[in-house]
């Protein structure tokens, strides 16, 4: 693509390749580099021993076995009495078996006091069976005698009744998880509970973000000036998507400033820039990665946010994104977001959903993926019902990549396919949250 910058700046956007299309060229350059197959992932070598308080979210680089058996002991799944079932046997209401107390009687301490014939011992859920025991009465079925302190026992227990078995939950050496599996609280209690106090997990995927542009400021604007908000925004997305972010301070529309920032970043294993992508005087970036390695696509079939770069260099991902906050945010979330998981060995999970009836059409040219930025609110129905969904969507905007309002204040977006020209009022969509959508709604 070298030598097409000044007849991009010229035509402008002439062919805008289709999101899909643009998502798997950069998955397969990123591959080739890794030495990956295209189809699949495979376990990436880099990887990192976290503690399970810091598991949560994370994705095992390895299987995992248990460690040893849960329970590791034959333990009392009720309260009541440990005893021998053979001396239960015959027992009812009418005809109770009598046992001499092992003591632990109510009220007094549980003791682990061997279980010989005609005995019993008080036991608690989760206590350790006495020896010579093989069975618990529940105490619902046990009477104490007040005159002599035996216990009449009202029913009758088989063997290993009321008992939880070594190894009921997991056995020692059971498989418990794949490697690409994303940990959950549950998860990382099972975990602990077989021995483990941690797990191997692919690095965090570092990622250098480099907000450009001549008229972004900090702070305190001028007319004519903007306050820097897209390297801000990018940076926490990345550490929300599993990546470790370092977000940069702002370069000016230079040439050489540009290539200076993106050759300091390629110790990373992404570069993400900030404004600077499209085909105007000012937008470098395009020129700058073409210079240092290979522009894979300039252009993309997207509303808002057609004028993405995306290139390798040095084998690094170079990201670059449009600089109307809008069009900045769904990029990211396009080609940001994958190619974080493509590096760790995962592929990107879908967005959670939420069923909607739409309130107001939203236009979409064909052969352009649109993202319409929506408010939920609930009807007031606890669920879906056969007359539609219980949440309804309000489009923000469907326009306007430089109103970053119309996302603040949105709950998600609706994605009009490359195929369809818009939808209309009245029907049924899938609204992509950003948060769970037990806190959508405005108040």
Not at 32 to 38: L, N, T
Not at 59 to 76: F, I, K, T
Request: charged letters at 25%; glycine letters at 10%.
């Amino acid at each position: 693509m070298k030598g097409a910058d000044s007849e991009r700046t010229e035509a402008g956007f002439k062919v805008r390749t289709p999101v899909t299309e643009a998502r798997q060229l950069l998955r397969e350059a990123i591959d080739d580099r890794h030495g990956r197959m295209a189809e699949g992932t495979e376990p990436p070598t880099d990887t990192d021993a976290v503690s399970l308080e810091s598991a949560d979210g994370r994705v095992l680089a390895a299987p995992v076995e248990a460690g040893r058996n849960v329970p590791h002991y034959e333990r009392a799944a009720m309260d009541g009495y440990a005893v021998r079932a053979a001396d239960t046997f015959g027992a009812s209401e009418r005809s109770p078996a009598v046992l001499r107390s092992n003591g632990g009687q109510d009220g007094e301490t549980v003791t682990d006091a061997p279980v010989t014939p005609e005995t019993a011992t008080r036991v608690h859920t989760g206590s350790a069976l006495p020896e010579g025991a093989d069975a618990v009465v529940m105490i619902e079925h046990v009477e104490t005698v007040a005159s002599t302190g035996d216990l009449e026992i009202t029913d009758a227990v088989a063997e290993g009744e009321n008992v939880a078995p070594v190894g009921e939950d997991v056995e020692a050496g059971q498989h418990l998880y794949d490697a690409g599996h994303r940990l959950r609280p549950s998860d990382l209690g099972l975990l602990r509970s077989v021995g483990r106090t941690e797990v191997e997990v692919p690095t965090r995927p570092t990622v250098g973000i480099i907000p450009t542009g001549e008229e972004v400021v900090e702070h305190d604007p001028d007319p004519g000036e903007v306050i820097e908000t897209n390297g801000l925004t990018v940076s926490r997305l990345v550490e929300r998507w599993g990546g470790r972010a370092t977000y940069r301070d702002i370069v000016t529309d230079d040439h050489e400033s540009l290539r200076v920032a993106i050759q300091r970043d390629l110790t990373k294993d992404v570069v993400v820039t900030t404004g600077g992508s499209s085909v105007g005087e000012r937008d470098l970036l395009p020129e700058v990665i073409d210079d240092l390695g290979e522009v894979l696509v300039h252009g993309v079939g997207l509303k808002p946010g057609h004028p993405v770069c995306l290139g390798i260099v040095e084998e690094t991902p170079v990201l670059a994104l449009p600089g109307y906050p809008v069009a900045c945010i769904i990029n990211a979330v396009q080609f940001v977001r994958p190619v974080l998981h493509w590096l760790a060995g995962t592929e990107p999970e879908p967005h959670p959903t939420t069923r909607a009836r739409l309130e107001r059409k939203i236009p979409s040219e064909p052969g352009t993926r649109t993202f319409a930025r929506v408010q939920l609110s609930h009807s007031g129905d606890s669920d879906d019902t056969a007359d539609g969904p219980t949440y309804t969507a309000t489009p923000t905007r469907a326009s306007g990549s430089g109103v970053l309002s119309s996302v603040a204040l949105a709950d998600g977006w609706v994605v009009v396919d490359d195929d369809r020209e818009g939808i209309p009022e009245g029907e049924t969509v899938l609204v992509e949250n950003w948060e769970p959508a037990g806190g959508c709604g405005r108040r």
